[in-house]
């Protein structure tokens, strides 16, 4: 599969769960970010890496973290999560880093914390 | 702190009519604006950046500082661009990591 591909594409977890969402780009970028879209709120951006590289962390709880293994790859491993955390998660790539570039999203994980 | 606001939750136009999103921001400095779009079942993508003062799909947007605005504009709607519109804003180009701040979106619906 071309661009930006997310798994799994829904998540249900209770509260006591371990769990990690997975993206991956197929562009050569060598940025990559991840975005949680909740129903009343706007886009919120969480972490960017750059170069494999943590350059942004957005004030998010500690139950989240993120993991680059290399410039394709982008964790987003899930503990203790709370009810408010249920939204969809998108991820998204760019050429580098810089604000520059066009993002390319993933289809996103559609997450339900019960 | 960098501000995208939306006004407008839905927008509602008919086939052929112009049509104009809205959007503001609040930052101090000069930002890089960019509209994003997502149709039906499809993943959000760029629509247009002001830094290319190009015209996509017919949709145009003009930075305007005085005003701290960055409207979208078509002259004509057609029933295909109904979709969620997103504006964003980001730091000065190669100066800052893609930190996009975007607005609540707008949703459009053409009739037709």
């Known amino acids: 599969e071309t661009g930006v591909t997310q798994t799994p594409r829904h998540l249900v977890m209770g509260m006591t769960n371990k769990k990690s969402l997975k993206c991956e780009q197929h562009?050569?970028?060598?940025?990559m970010y991840w975005y949680k879209q909740s129903a009343k709120k706007p886009l919120e951006l969480m972490f960017v890496y750059s170069l494999e590289e943590r350059v942004e962390n957005n004030s998010v709880p500690s139950r989240f973290s993120p993991e680059c293994p290399n410039s394709s790859h982008l964790f987003l491993h899930l503990h203790t999560l709370q009810p408010e955390d249920s939204a969809l998660y998108l991820c998204?790539?760019?050429?580098?880093?810089?604000?520059?570039?066009?993002?390319?999203f993933g289809p996103g994980t559609r997450l339900t914390v019960t | 702190a960098q501000r995208v606001t939306q006004p407008e939750k839905l927008l509602s136009v008919f086939k052929g009519a112009p049509v104009e999103l809205k959007c503001n921001y609040s930052?101090?400095?000069?930002?890089?604006l960019f509209w994003y779009v997502q149709y039906s079942r499809q993943r959000l993508q760029l629509l247009l950046r002001h830094i290319s003062r190009e015209s996509i799909k017919g949709f145009t947007a003009d930075l305007n500082k005085g005003e701290t605005s960055f409207h979208l504009k078509k002259p004509f709607a057609q029933e295909e661009d109904s979709a969620m519109y997103y504006c964003?804003?980001?730091?000065?180009?190669?100066?800052?990591?893609?930190?996009?701040?975007f607005g609540q979106g707008t949703i459009l619906t053409v009739h037709p």
């Open positions: 562009l050569g970028h060598n940025a």
């Open positions: 964003a804003l980001s730091g000065p180009g190669g100066t800052s990591y893609g930190k996009l701040t």
């Open positions: 930052y101090s400095g000069s930002p890089e």
């Open positions: 998204a790539s760019s050429q580098d880093g810089t604000s520059s570039y066009e993002q390319y």
